[in-house]
T-cell receptor, first 113, second 112 residues
Framework: AQSVTQPDIHITVSEGASLELRCNYSYGATPYLFWYVQSPGQGLQLLLKYFSGDTLVQGIKGFEAEFKRSQSSFNLRKPSVHWSDAAEYFCAVGSFGNEKLTFGTGTRLTIIP | GAGVSQSPSNKVTEKGKDVELRCDPISGHTALYWYRQSLGQGLEFLIYFQGNSAPDKSGLPSDRFSAERTGGSVSTLTIQRTQQEDSAVYLC??????????FGQGTRLTVV
């Protein structure tokens, strides 16, 4: 069965510190992957996506993610977080041949001064 | 329209009443999803429609929940005999094959 795991329910980082949010997937076929962000009281917004090619993808707001097939991971990173990055982050996976997107349960990011 | 539209944006209903939530997906999008997000929680998958295929209903929490999609476009999520634990934000999303999902702003349902 297809699944997506975001192991960290809640992460707290200091403003200016680096960030890595984990996403692991279980898929039988070739996956394509997304990261979404949901700011407080807002809808879900796409941060970045990976379909093929370069395994390091750049997104909006200074975020990037790296697809590692050997580790079945697609972790989201940012070198220096800003207070406005406080939000809920969701990883999602689909696969060629099964286009239903499966979402992780999310990671809540808190930024402290 | 330009995006996924959900109505109503807010709904307050009495326990035991039935409610209908509507989703207008982006024109041409073949896939449509319903998710539920309880306060402070993640996304809970409810149901998935893809073209003319039978929907994936594996996420519906009970037989009080049902959804349909007419003409491959508009979808309605119906909750019968609402309970207080049904209170949540119900999110609809649509996509095309191998594309990103576009989300609506959601319907906030409060059962009193």
């Amino acid at each position: 069965a297809q699944s997506v795991t975001q192991p960290d329910i809640h992460i707290t980082v200091s403003e200016g510190a680096s960030l890595e949010l984990r996403c692991n997937y279980s898929y039988g076929a070739t996956p394509y992957l997304f990261w979404y962000v949901q700011s407080p009281g807002q809808g879900l917004q796409l941060l970045l996506k990976y379909f093929s090619g370069d395994t390091l993808v750049q997104g909006i707001k200074g975020f990037e993610a790296e697809f590692k097939r050997s580790q079945s991971s697609f972790n989201l990173r940012k070198p220096s977080v800003h207070w406005s990055d406080a939000a809920e982050y969701f990883c999602a996976v689909g696969s060629f041949g099964n286009e239903k997107l499966t979402f992780g349960t999310g990671t809540r990011l808190t930024i402290i001064p | 329209g330009a995006g996924v539209s959900q109505s109503p944006s807010n709904k307050v209903t009495e326990k035991g009443k039935d409610v209908e939530l509507r989703c207008d997906p982006i024109s041409g999008h073949t896939a449509l999803y319903w998710y539920r997000q309880s306060l402070g929680q993640g996304l809970e998958f409810l149901i998935y429609f893809q073209g003319n295929s039978a929907p994936d209903k594996s996420g519906l929490p009970s037989d009080r929940f049902s959804a349909e999609r007419t003409g491959g476009s508009v979808s309605t999520l119906t909750i019968q005999r609402t309970q207080q634990e049904d209170s949540a934000v119900y999110l609809c999303a649509s996509s095309i094959d191998r594309g990103e999902a576009f989300f609506g702003q959601g319907t906030r349902l409060t059962v009193v």
